[in-house]
């Protein structure tokens, strides 16, 4: 395979940790104390990247004993103990902590049996207003032990499924940790979904209790729900409760119980104690082209997963407030509430993220105290064009990291941070996937940051960039793959009996080996590059480059607000390669506009990945998580028809769709 550019920059670093940071780190502490009591690789005095690298290659290397030291060292609370770490190590299929029984949810609450912080903050929720407001520990407590008694009360059973038709909002967090604490399977959708994007996902796993809002606030409007919420439950014949949650203050509708009556008790919470591998909650794949996967993940392979996580690459802990711009139809959301896995106040903010201005997301960061910010790379791209100065317009001194993910964080973006932010910040891009509800690569506090890069693959995950032949290359693009398992992968998806749904989504190329689906390159540095989706990948003349190399260089330009490219190839073994732009206003893509955007990609990347035509749009379709829909409109370029090639209720725009799908047919045609 041929090696993607590289960024032009000598690999220096933009940012250097501090030798007090690094000694504080808490995965340094845990990297001296699993040497001393697990057989670490002592660390390498006065060499942080040698050091990583040895405990990263350790951890991959010997996957009991490190889930065995994180468990220890997160105090994991086993009510029955496991008879080992990893009794099979086969993908899918990984049997993780057999015969130990535990509880998420007991993990998430634990912060409030410390009477020293009990009346501290455990939530901080913000709305577009931006005055937060406190849910402290004791009370979140309080309130899931009256919920949970209610939904027992209501029948619900270890295994029976709990939905959300939620915001941001703490409710939501009540309601996810009261289904873990009974044993339910908890899965949400955003009130921004149409119904037909609700029932897609919940028909599948045909939930017991529905949770809903009225409707909720968006760029200063009011958005009525009532009429969605009907839907759902004239078409979710499995329901055998509705919780009203009047965000807007409207009347419960008839039948439906009241969020108040069910909270308002004040028992202590009963932990039901289920198997490591029990179904925690259900996420959702795009659905892009079809139905989306529903994917389970387990109460202990999440809560060991999000310890680490947390813990060792993002150094979060009690004092600390997190941030995370999301909402409950992404995974970004579970892993922000399991910040109170480890006694860190987290920060929810249900509104838009540029309302009233674009750096409404900074302000709320200021408001609450945040120390670890986290947003998408799209975000800090439009702070940049919008010419905004958080660092030196609001109070932004407690933020010790900014950390951004959805899609690669182009290197304008690192440097915006650094200049507009601070020139002494942690930035970590990191990179996952809902697949496993965190992340393959990303944040490590002691690593120094390159521009363009993130800064390693994460403990416990053997990442590597393989070739068409399945070897592992270095400093050349790969496919991103997963040679070991991980506690977070799906215990199984949702109405797939026989695995074969599963299996094909990640075994197919690689068996028994983890198969993502993105381009990655991994540095004799030990960083790691995003390239963007391999089954999206332009490919002339035998040069592969991802779709994010494209944006990056194309967006800088103040003229595109955003853009789309896709590869197709055609029926006579050509290839065409349109470029989809999507204008700033005022602009126009008139030939100087034309020649510059050529010679952009022409000089910073490749002459081959020129685009045969640049065509405007009146906007780029995404998923409903924001993601750039690549894979159906190639199909529809294709020539596919619209119905066959896309899920008109996982884009965020449908109406978008049928200006590709009329040039696909044209082409075709022609």
């Not at 899918?92 to 409030?112: C, D, E, K, M, V």
């Not at 947390?310 to 409950?328: A, E, V």
Request: hydrophobic share 40%.
């Amino acid at each position: 395979m041929t090696t993607a550019p590289q960024p032009a920059e000598a690999p220096q670093p933009l940012w250097h940790p501090s030798a007090d940071r690094i000694s504080r780190a808490q995965v340094t502490r845990f990297h001296v104390w699993a040497a001393e009591h697990h057989g670490a690789p002592a660390p390498v005095p006065g060499d942080p990247a040698a050091s990583y690298a040895a405990l990263h290659r350790w951890s991959v290397e010997e996957l009991e004993r490190f889930w065995q030291a994180v468990t220890e060292w997160c105090r994991v609370r086993f009510t029955t103990p496991y008879q080992r770490v990893l009794a099979d190590r086969g993908m899918p299929g990984a049997a993780w902590f057999p015969g130990a029984t535990l509880n998420y949810a007991q993990h998430a609450l634990r912060t409030a049996e410390d009477s020293a912080r009990a009346a501290e903050p455990a939530l901080l929720y913000v709305d577009e207003t931006h005055e937060p407001q406190p849910v402290s520990w004791a009370e979140l407590r309080r309130q899931v032990g009256s919920l949970a008694a209610e939904l027992r009360r209501l029948g619900v059973r270890p295994g029976d499924r709990v939905s959300g038709y939620l915001p941001n909002i703490p409710q939501a967090v009540v309601a996810l940790l009261a289904t873990a604490a009974v044993g339910g399977v908890w899965t949400s959708c955003a009130p921004d979904f149409g119904a037909r994007s609700v029932l897609d996902r919940f028909q599948q796993v045909e939930p017991v209790v529905l949770f809903a809002v009225d409707g909720y606030h968006y760029g200063g409007k009011r958005h009525q729900r009532t009429d969605v919420v009907a839907e759902l439950r004239a078409q979710l014949p499995t329901l055998r409760a509705v919780v009203h949650i009047p965000l807007l203050g409207t009347e419960a509708p008839e039948g439906a119980l009241e969020w108040s009556a069910l909270t308002s008790a004040d028992v202590e919470p009963v932990f039901e104690q289920v198997p490591f591998d029990h179904p925690l909650w259900v996420l959702y794949s795009s659905g892009t082209t079809g139905l989306p996967k529903a994917i389970v993940q387990s109460q202990g392979g999440i809560l060991v997963e999000h310890l680490k996580q947390l813990t060792l690459h993002c150094d979060l802990g009690p004092g600390d407030r997190f941030f995370w711009y999301t909402s409950t139809g992404w995974m970004m959301w579970n892993f922000l509430v399991s910040g109170l896995l480890v006694g860190a106040t987290t920060v929810l903010y249900d509104g838009s993220p540029g309302y009233p201005d674009t750096a409404a997301q900074w302000r709320v960061a200021e408001r609450t105290g945040t120390t670890l910010f986290g947003t998408s790379a799209a975000y800090v791209m439009a702070c940049r064009k919008a010419d905004i100065h958080p660092g030196r317009d609001l109070d932004l001194s407690r933020i010790g990291c900014v950390a951004t993910t959805g899609s690669p964080l182009p290197p304008d973006g690192f440097r915006w941070i650094h200049d507009e932010i601070s020139a002494d910040m942690w930035i970590a891009s990191v990179s996952g996937g809902t697949d496993v509800c965190s992340c393959f690569a990303g944040a490590v506090p002691t690593l120094p940051v390159h521009i363009g890069e993130l800064q390693a693959p994460c403990l416990g995950t053997d990442l590597q960039a393989w070739d068409a032949q399945g070897k592992p290359v270095t400093d050349e693009v790969g496919e991103l793959v997963v040679a070991a398992p991980m506690p977070s992968m799906p215990v199984r998806f949702w109405n797939d009996p026989d695995g074969s749904r599963y299996r094909e989504s990640y075994f197919e190329m690689y068996p028994g080996v983890w198969r993502h689906g993105d381009w990655i390159t991994l540095t004799s540095r030990g960083s790691v590059i995003i390239h963007g989706r391999s089954d999206s990948t332009l490919n002339r003349q035998g040069v592969r480059m991802g779709s994010a190399d494209i944006y990056e260089a194309v967006e800088r330009l103040p003229e595109i607000r955003e853009s789309l490219v896709i590869g197709v190839e055609l029926p006579d073994g050509g290839y065409w390669m349109p470029l989809f732009v999507h204008l700033a206003p005022g602009a126009a893509l008139d030939d100087a506009l034309l020649e510059k955007i050529k010679r952009t990609i022409r000089e910073q990347l490749s002459p081959r990945h020129v685009p045969d035509e640049v065509i405007q749009v009146e906007a780029v379709p995404h998923t409903l998580t924001g993601k750039r829909i690549e894979v159906p409109v190639k199909r529809l370029l294709q020539g596919t028809p619209l119905a066959k090639a896309v899920n008109p209720g996982s884009v965020d725009n449908p109406a978008l769709l049928s200006f590709y799908e009329e040039l696909g047919r044209r082409r075709t045609e022609a």
